[in-house]
Each structure stands twice: as structure tokens, then as C-alpha cells.
């Protein structure tokens, strides 16, 4: 099997005192499209931001988290490209649109121009989107134009952050499309984030679980949407039992509250929670149960299994 693109390995990230990710292990493959997913504050984005070796500096990290293919870390917009939510936050409202791409081609020493890029992100007669300022697009388009900066520098690795979480359903299932033919034609690598279980599982071949700032479960999607291993990832997939995709619908809620960022509950973090808990699940982190890219953190997860 070729080296994995990223591999974390007892990846911990840290705020100053606060604790955003724990002892994550995980590989990224060429090809993969990883889907993160968990309860808001859970470090989804710390996660992506890390897989993409984009943290900001204020971020302490410590385990191991390499870039095996490119030997180092990742160049930003040439190597990696991202989309965040907001595409306004990546654009210049007094700037044409084509020149802001162009800007950005030429910063990656790209080969190809502004209108092409938009024909690329399927923008329809992209030489007077070029012309236009980002105030004059919908909202859809904006995000297109989003992406194609990201994809300006040709990057392997494409991480969107909760990137179609904004737009109404129709257009969140267009984009969600368009992503899946571009990985598919560009040999791109994924990673996203999301609340919305129904997109991770049509776009996702790789689901990440996030619980209280450590990895739940990972699997093939349709593994663990056909057998969830952890009480967490079953309840929020029972929670969800129509998988169509809708912009508009919060990720499913679990009852309880998740703890507040570092005041962790020793122990598993979701046994507060957990309709199985037992008593040994409050006194130790659960070891990791199954294939390191299979597998679970509960001592259920065996069992829940078979
Ligand atoms: N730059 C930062 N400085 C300080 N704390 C941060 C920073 N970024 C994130 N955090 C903290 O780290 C924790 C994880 O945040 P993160 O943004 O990764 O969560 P998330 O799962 O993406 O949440 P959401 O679904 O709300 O976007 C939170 O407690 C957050 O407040
Ligand atoms: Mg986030």
C-alpha cells in the first residue's frame, strides 16, 4: 500500500490550557475522502486545520503528525487548498472577482487563468462572473469562487471546513457534487467537515468521529453507518435515520450536554452520556478497540461488533 498522505499518531493540540484535540491516530490516504464529525467545540476544524498543517502558531501540539508524501509540512494553497464556510471572509469586496483568482494563480505560479478556474468550479459563462465584484453573486456562487482560490495552486489535499453548511439544500447537494467530480477528475485528496451526517455519507469514504477532543471511531463510512461501534456514533446515527441530505438540519442531538472544554470527566469522556456505561468506563480512557483505520474507543466496541 503507498505511504499515507498525513498520519497522526497521539496527536494532542492544545490553546494555552485548553485541550482541543487528544491522542488522535489517523491516516489520511491518497484518494480519501475523510469526513470529520462530532458536537460543536468537539475540535473538528483544530483537527482538519492540523491534518492540513495549517494550525495558527498560537497552537501547542505534541504525538506525531507527519506529511510522509510530501516529507514535510504541506505548503499552504500549493499543496493544500481550503474552503471555510464563509467565502466572503476569503474575498475582497472591492475587488473584481477574476482578478482575485488571478492574484492568486500567479502567487502559486499556476499555469492556468482566472476564467478557466471558474470553469472549472462549473460557474456558468465564467468570463462575466470574472468581470463581477463578490457582492453581485448568490451566495452558491461565492463558494464556487471560494473553491476555485483553493484550487488555484493545483493543491493534492482539499479540506473544507463546514464549507456548504450555509447555503439552502439545493445548493449545498450542487456544491457537494461539484467537490466529488473535481476530487474525481484531480486525483484530490478531502477532507471536510460537517455537521450534517447525510453528507458525510454520500461524500465521505472515511468517517472521523470527535467526542470532547478525542477520536470516538474511524471507519469506511459505510461500515460504520451499516455497524457504529461506539454508543456515541450510534446514537447520533439513530438520531438520523433519514440520511437524505438537507443544509438546514443540526447535527442530531444526543441527549445530555457535552462537557465543557478541558473540564474532561476522567475516564471515557462520553460515559456521563452513555446509556452502557459501566463502572470501569469512569477510571480509564478506553483503549482503542479494532483495526487502528477501523475501529473504536470503548470497551463495548468489541462486542457491539461481532
Ligand atoms: N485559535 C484558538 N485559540 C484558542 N482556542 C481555540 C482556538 N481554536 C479553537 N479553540 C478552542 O478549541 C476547542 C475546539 O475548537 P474547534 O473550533 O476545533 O471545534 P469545532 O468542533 O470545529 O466546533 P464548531 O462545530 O463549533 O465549529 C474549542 O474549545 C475552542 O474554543
Ligand atoms: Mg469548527
Redesign the pocket.
Known amino acids: 500500500m503507498s505511504a499515507p498522505l498525513i498520519r497522526a499518531d497521539g496527536l494532542g ?1 492544545s ?2 490550557a ?1 485541550e ?2 487528544s491522542g488522535i491516530s489517523l491516516e489520511v490516504r491518497a484518494g480519501d475522502r475523510l469526513a470529520i464529525i ?12 492540523a491534518l492540513a498543517g495549517l494550525l ?1 502558531a ?2 501547542d501540539l505534541s504525538g506525531g503528525l507527519a506529511w510522509p508524501v510530501w516529507g514535510g509540512r504541506p505548503r499552504a494553497g500549493r499543496d493544500t487548498g481550503i474552503v471555510f464556510q464563509d467565502a466572503s471572509g476569503c474575498l475582497d469586496p472591492v475587488m473584481r472577482v477574476g482578478e482575485q483568482v488571478g492574484e492568486v494563480v500567479e502567487a502559486h505560479r499556476g499555469t492556468t487563468d482566472a476564467v478557466e478556474l471558474l470553469r472549472l468550479v462549473e460557474l456558468p459563462d465564467p468570463a462575466s462572473i470574472a468581470r463581477a465584484y463578490p457582492h453581485q453573486l448568490s451566495g452558491g456562487q461565492r463558494q464556487r469562487v471560494a473553491l476555485a482560490l483553493a484550487l488555484a495552486g493545483a493543491p493534492r489535499l482539499l479540506v473544507a ?2 464549507a456548504t453548511s450555509a447555503l439552502d439544500p439545493v445548493v449545498q447537494a450542487r456544491i457537494a457534487e461539484l467537490i466529488e467530480r473535481l476530487c474525481a477528475a484531480r486525483g484530490l485528496t478531502l477532507v471536510f ?1 460537517t ?1 450534517d451526517i447525510a453528507l458525510a455519507a454520500r461524500l465521505g469514504t472515511r468517517l472521523a468521529v ?1 467526542y470532547a ?1 478525542r477520536l470516538v471511531e474511524c471507519g469506511n463510512t459505510a461500515d460504520v453507518i451499516a455497524a457504529p461501534r461506539h454508543p456515541y456514533t450510534r446514537a447520533l446515527l439513530s438520531a438520523h435515520l433519514d440520511l437524505s441530505p438537507r443544509a438546514d438540519r443540526p447535527l442530531p442531538t444526543v441527549p445530555g450536554q457535552p462537557p465543557a ?2 473540564a474532561w470527566p476522567a475516564g471515557c469522556r462520553f460515559a456521563p452520556r452513555c446509556a452502557r456505561a459501566e463502572d470501569r468506563c469512569l477510571s480509564g480512557i478506553p483503549q482503542w478497540r479494532g483495526r487502528a483505520d477501523a475501529g473504536a474507543a470503548c470497551i463495548l466496541a468489541d462486542a457491539a461488533s461481532a
Open positions: 493540540v490553546y494555552g485548553l482541543a484535540l462530532g458536537e460543536s467545540g468537539s475540535g473538528k476544524t483544530t483537527l482538519a486545520l495558527p498560537a497552537a471546513d463546514e467537515v455537521h470527535i477532543a472544554a478541558g
